[in-house]
């Protein structure tokens, strides 16, 4: 196998890292997608003439490499689940290693001709994708943890050392609970629009001028703002709302993290998530 095939193979890889994002809501009802999906995709490229077929499976590795990059560097998160990459991927690249070895280096093509072995493949792939669209695909082992939307306390925690590293100057207060709250609130904003793509962001911005949410704090703007800025703004907002609940005796003092961040953000599905992250803040801090 020669630099080009390796290139061929991790262009190949990266298409298949979008077709996984993309049926990765599909993950939590069928977890088996992850397994056999990459195995689908393997059979189908290997029509090209271009592609040795002898060593396509390892298409599937260098998809797992790129998702792990991803994982690590774009999305900055500290741990893997090393568990989920071995019985996910582990399976998957075992699954295509046999059926490259037993099936496609036997056949000339993978499309429909009148072999029975094609024809078989062909109904167990139409029989796959059925079963994905009714959402009723079971498969015989357990099911892997899939990328969870919540952040491990590890990862909490060394995203709060980091982030305060950078920007306790800007956060000085005396009201503890609330730079808390405001820590919780950017480690979540941060790990669902990552540096990378705040930085795509802003580049978008420049072309269309149009208003959108930027920094890290993702706030709305008609200006192009940095980090920085963003950190600024939001923390006189999420200041100024405090002391107006504050004044609210109807509200209870458990309860005015909530009615906080209600009163912050439209959507309230962001809320039980950050309210999480700062209750792991809160006991690391009075450890």
């Known amino acids: 196998m020669d630099l080009i095939q390796i290139f061929l ?6 298409f298949l890292f979008l077709i996984l ?20 995709y393997i059979l189908l490229i290997s029509s090209f003439s271009f ?44 699954l295509g290693f046999f059926v ?25 792939i139409g029989f796959f994708l059925y079963k994905i669209l009714n ?6 082992f357990e099911k892997s943890q899939k990328e969870k939307e919540d952040l491990e306390e590890e ?32 480690i979540y904003e941060d790990y669902h629009r ?17 208003t959108m949410k930027l920094g890290i704090m993702q706030v709305e703007t008609n200006q192009e703002i940095s980090d ?4 600024k703004l939001a923390w006189k907002k999420l200041n100024k709302l405090e002391k107006e609940i504050a004044l609210d005796q109807s509200i209870k003092k458990q309860n005015k993290n909530q009615e906080i961040l209600m009163a912050y953000y439209e959507k309230e599905e962001k809320i039980p998530e950050i309210l999480r992250i700062d209750t792991i803040l809160k006991e690391f801090y009075h450890h």
């Not at 920085?228 to 950190?231: D, G, H, M, R």
């Open 135 to 140: 959402s009723n695909l079971s498969f015989s």
């Open 9 to 14: 193979y991790f262009i190949f890889a990266f």
């Open 194 to 210: 990552s540096n990378f793509m705040r930085k795509l962001d802003r580049i978008r911005f420049r072309f269309t001028g149009r």
């Open 51 to 94: 592609l040795y077929k002898d060593t396509i499976y390892l298409v599937i590795l260098f998809e797992m490499l790129i998702r792990i990059y991803h994982t690590k560097v774009i999305l900055n998160q500290s741990n893997l689940d090393i568990r989920y990459y071995q019985r996910t991927y582990g399976l998957s690249i075992l």
């Open 228 to 231: 920085v800025e963003s950190i």
């Open 155 to 186: 990862t909490v925690v060394v995203q709060y050392a980091k982030l305060k590293t950078r920007y306790f100057s800007i956060l000085k207060t005396t009201n503890q609970e609330l730079q808390l709250l405001f820590y919780a609130m950017m």
């Open 100 to 124: 490259t070895n037993f099936f496609l280096t036997k056949v000339d093509t993978i499309f429909l001709t009148v072999e029975e072995m094609r024809i078989g493949i062909w109904l167990w």
């Open 21 to 40: 994002n993309f049926c990765k809501k599909l993950e939590e009802k069928t977890p088996s997608i992850m397994v056999l999906l990459p195995v689908i």
